[in-house]
Structures are given as C-alpha cells and as structure tokens.
C-alpha cells in the first residue's frame, strides 16, 4: 500500500501533518530557548494522529513524515533529536551516535520496528546518520504527540509550552522547555 493510500484509507493528509508538525516545533522552538547542541526528545504516536487508540494503528508513512519536518528543524537549529520509543522497548529513545557521546549517555542493544519501537523511532533508525538506542536522557525540551509521556526524559523542572497548533493530525500535543532548578533561600540570587 502507498503512502497515498494509506493516507486516504485512515483519512490523513501527510501535507498537512507536516505543516501542523512543524508550526508546533517552530513555536516551542521559538520560545524555549535552546542552545545549539542541546537535546530535544519527541514521543510521537502515529496510531493517534490516524484517529486510532495509541499502539493499535502503526503507520511508517506517518512516522517518516513526522520525522522528516523535525529532524530538518532540529539539525537547522544546531540541536540534537531524540526520538522516544513505545513501550514494547521500555520507551527507550534513538539518537544520533554522536549526540550520544557529547552527553554520556550509555548505548544499548536494540533496533526499533514498526510494531516494537515504532514508526517514528524506527524512521529515526534509518534517517540518522549513526543511530543508537539509548535508555535515560535529560532532555532540554520535547514534544509530546499523542500522549507518548515523555516526562520521563526531560530534567527534572519542566515548564509546559502552550502551542497554537494543539494538535498534529488527530493526535493531542504537549511541548516543554526545562530550566535550571532554583536552590537557596532568602538570601539567594538567580540567573536569568
């Protein structure tokens, strides 16, 4: 089946799931203030933007559409993409060798799939240009589509993103930024 089948068979239109990917990646972008090399996870449900229950509907065209507008955003920002897993692989996240290295993050053993990891983390897989599977990160800010609960790998103060573009297809959507944690008392100064 095509692309374009799909599409039409669950009614989505990739055109427009990358526009919606993109506004909403843009304006987190815009407001969380990341600094080049600073890493950004995405959990991204493509059963969800097809109208389907999360983990029933994989689709490898949604997940590579998705991929391809925020993967572009992200190495245009200088910034490292880290895709989230689904549960089948205990919601461990794909990125780039390098990205890896620079932030001590331990490589594990596993390859995503379609129905083990899914379509957004398998296209990951095969549009980095060095994948490796990781398990824990601290991720400066993410994109939740779906409900994926990406909590897990954001550090530890996360501030919610309230998106003009709600939603990436059928699919609900939640951006965060962290920030540094505030310690001290009274007394104490902070950093902007």
């Known amino acids: 089946m095509s692309a374009t089948d799909i599409a039409k068979s669950v009614d989505v239109n990739l055109n427009e799931i990358q526009e919606q990917a993109a506004l909403v990646a843009k304006e987190l972008l815009e407001n969380a203030a990341l600094k080049p090399g600073e890493l950004l996870v995405v959990g991204c449900s493509s059963s969800e933007i097809a109208a389907h229950a999360i983990g029933c509907y994989s689709s490898k065209e949604i997940g590579q559409a998705v991929f391809e507008v925020l993967h572009s955003l992200t190495k245009e920002h200088g910034l490292y993409l880290a895709a989230q897993c689904c549960e089948h692989l205990n919601r461990a996240l794909i990125v780039e060798e ?95």
Not at 100 to 116: F, T, Y
Not at 127 to 140: D, L, Q, T, Y
Not at 174 to 179: E, G, I, N, Q, S
Request: some cysteine; overall charge positive.
């Open 98 to 192: 390098e990205a890896a290295a620079r932030w001590g993050l331990e490589p594990v053993n596993v390859m995503p799939q379609l129905k083990a990891g899914g379509s957004f983390a398998t296209a990951a897989w095969n549009g980095f240009s060095s994948p490796c599977a990781v398990e824990h990160i601290r991720a400066h800010a993410g994109i939740d589509i779906g409900d994926t609960l990406i909590g897990m790998h954001l550090r530890p103060v996360a501030v919610p993103i309230r998106t003009k573009q709600t939603q990436i297809g059928s699919a609900h959507v939640v951006c965060a930024r962290t920030r540094l944690k505030y310690i001290g008392g009274e007394r104490a100064a902070y950093q902007k």
